[in-house]
Nanobody
Framework: EVVLVESGGGLVQPGGSLRLSCAVS????????MNWYRQAPGKQRELVAA????????NYADSVQGRFTIFRDNAQNTMDLQMNSLTVEDTAVYHC????????????WGQGTQVTVSS
């Protein structure tokens, strides 16, 4: 069974920082591209950050560029998202996502962790 478990969410004041983690089991982590998505109430799901399977390439949404950093540890089967200079617009449920593109594509999602930025 494939399981993705996010942690690290919570309540933080504007300007603060949080680090989210995603622990993955049940798949060959090192061959999966990994992503962080978020969804705020009433808004579409948004791709926040992406990292390729071996960590050689990362991409960020314009709204988080320069503030968020995505990491992965293929030895530990984990992926993190360091979030700095948080604003109220970053309030959302953050989900980790695993994607493999081969002859067959595979996609797996975590349940999500709530991040609330509020004073």
């Amino acid at each position: 069974e494939v399981v993705l478990v996010e942690s690290g969410g919570g309540l933080v004041q504007p300007g603060g920082s949080l680090r989210l983690s995603c622990a993955v089991s049940g798949l060959t982590f090192s061959i999966y591209d990994m992503n962080w998505y978020r969804q705020a109430p009433g808004k579409q799901r948004e791709l926040v950050a992406a990292i390729t399977s071996r960590g050689g390439s990362t991409n960020y949404a314009d709204s988080v560029q320069g503030r968020f950093t995505i990491f992965r540890d293929n030895a530990q089967n984990t992926m993190d998202l360091q979030m700095n200079s948080l604003t109220v617009e970053d309030t959302a449920v953050y989900h980790c996502h695993a994607h493999y593109e081969g002859r067959v594509s595979y996609d797996y999602w975590g349940q999500g962790t709530q991040v609330t930025v509020s004073s």
